[in-house]
């Protein structure tokens, strides 16, 4: 088992809609969740950044973390055609220990239609 | 803040030769920065953990004699790959993590696109 599965979509919704992406996650010591944005051959950049459980919102988007069921989601809300690329969700454990290290789910491709 | 940068933004090699990426975060220091690999569709592999003024460490089945790390300051790791093949062609992204302790964020390069031929 994967340490984090992220379904990789792809997928296509119209303008507006309100989109949701989630991630499972098998390894209860990941503190820190992460979402990044990557746009076609391009560096991944942080959308949000998520400590320990709860939500967290930035403008249109709303971050989620359920420890407890390990799953993560990000709500896009009033999706725009910009919108469009892969996102990436990422997890890690408290750098001080063996885990230090991101661990990222495959990546779901979205494309919002106008 | 937080900026990461990587040169090449590209390149095209011939089969057999060796190329260097550097990765400089622009306007923080980081003792600890990150190699990966992405093939299309496909998420962010990490090959290995460069680390200021120690040996890189190295995923499992990353061959370290290829792709040889050198973390020299605390701005720059240079990833060189040497006697290039296709198979080596890829996405490489360097990220890199703020020594400050602030935060546990990482921040990206843009990538450097590497295409063997």
Redesign the interface.
Known sequence: QKEVEQDPGPLSVPEGAIVSLNCTYSNSAFQYFMWYRQYSRKGPELLMYTYSSGNKEDGRFTAQVDKSSKYISLFIRDSQPSDSATYLCAMSAPRGSTLGRLYFGRGTQLTVWP | GAV?S?HPSWVICKSGTSVKIECRSLDFQATTM?WYRQFP????M?MA?SNEGSKATYEQGVEKDKFLINHASLTLSTLTVTSAHPEDSS?Y?C?ARDAS?R?????????T?LTVL
Do not use: N
Not at chain 2, 41 to 44: E, F, I, N, R, V
Not at chain 2, 103 to 111: A, H, L, M, N, V
């Open positions: 990461v990587q990150f569709k496909q998420s962010l990490l953990t996405f992204i990220s302790g935060s546990d964020e990482q921040f990206f390069g843009p990538g696109r």
